[in-house]
């Protein structure tokens, strides 16, 4: 007979798994590439185009109890002056508590760096400040002192609980360096990037002490761009992050197939080390990319409830420059 958890508890259940799997303070998406200042600044105006306009959306264990959803979106612009800016925001809701977190950034990229003979090789140097914000709600949470051993949980009932903040706001800063090679016809180019995230270790409010703070982001991500064809390249890609004692490892590869001049269908997985296998499938039209991925999950959260996945569905749109540069075929390293 499967075993079967009360609803109530599966929150509570959640969250305790992911405490013993050390899990990370920030959010992170499976589509990290559609979401690049999270990843990296330096990969602020990493494009063949004038502007980038991208969004994300995560839907998070929907099948324990109310989903964990984040929102995330970027705008982007590249000038002739080796200097791109960008803006983004993230906002993630988190279960019944009224759980939220929010962050908006300032990303500045410097591209001036380029040798080789052809001043293919880039090096970018990034960097981002704003803020973070979390919230929750206390109406819509519960305590311990409102559970009754017989009856359950009595909404009446008030509880002594003492909560002398439900709001805190802090600065942050971050930066980063991406090496690309972007010369064309090659059979392989790679990237690379390194960045750090919290730089100022902001307070965290909620900490159990009330002195705690955010413990710095760590995220190495590179990988391969291995052109078969003039329609058919391979893309091996990796992604290491480490934030405080939690750590995350993901592995994967996407084919990219050009259909027809304007069309190009995009089919691909990732590996998320004790967590997840995340199949991806996209397609870009013109100036504008669409693709979903699902997280299936194989860690014990998965394991313990019958199935704990995640939805995405990310757009991005670029304006395109009227004569494109000769680094076209790959000046964008999303992966």
């Known amino acids: 007979m499967p075993l079967r958890i009360p609803r109530a508890f599966l929150p509570l259940l959640a969250l305790f798994v992911a405490g013993t799997a050390r899990a990370q303070v920030d959010p992170h998406f499976s589509q990290y590439y559609v979401y690049p200042s999270w990843l990296n600044p330096a990969l602020t105006g990493a494009f063949d185009g004038q502007y980038r306009i991208s969004g994300v959306y995560r839907n998070q264990w929907g099948s324990i109890t109310t989903p964990f959803t984040t929102y995330g979106a970027t705008a982007e612009i590249t000038t002739e002056k ?50 973070i914000q979390r919230r929750f709600d206390r109406s819509k949470m519960t305590f311990g002192d409102q559970w009754n051993p017989v009856f359950g949980y009595n909404p009446g009932t008030p509880s002594t609980e003492v909560l002398s903040r439900t709001a805190a706001s802090a600065f942050d800063i971050g930066a980063g360096v991406l090496y690309f090679d972007a010369k064309p016809g090659q059979k392989a180019n790679l990237y690379a990037g390194l960045s750090a995230s919290h730089l100022t270790q902001p307070d965290d409010r909620f900490g159990a002490t009330g002195d705690a703070r955010f413990p710095m982001r760590y995220t190495f991500h590179g990988g391969v761009r291995i052109a078969f064809n003039d329609q058919f390249s391979l893309t091996p890609n990796l992604l290491y992050l480490k934030q405080g004692t939690a750590s995350e490892k993901m592995v994967g590869a996407y084919g990219q197939y050009k259909a027809t001049g304007d069309v190009s269908v995009l089919i691909g997985a990732n590996y998320r080390f004790e967590d997840a296998v995340a199949p991806f499938f996209g397609f870009t039209y013109r100036n504008m990319m669409l693709g979903a991925s699902y997280d299936i999950n194989t860690s014990d959260l998965g394991k313990l409830v019958n199935g704990a996945n995640s939805f995405e569905i990310s757009l991005s749109i670029i304006g395109k420059k009227s004569t494109k540069t000769p680094e076209v075929e790959f000046v964008c390293p999303r992966l």
């Open 82 to 131: 080796n200097i791109n800016v960008g803006v983004s925001i993230l906002k993630q809701t988190a279960g019944d508590g009224g759980y939220g977190y929010t962050t908006a950034y300032g990303n500045v990229s410097y591209t001036g760096v380029k040798f080789g003979p052809d001043l293919t090789k880039r090096m970018v140097f990034g960097i981002q400040a704003g803020m």
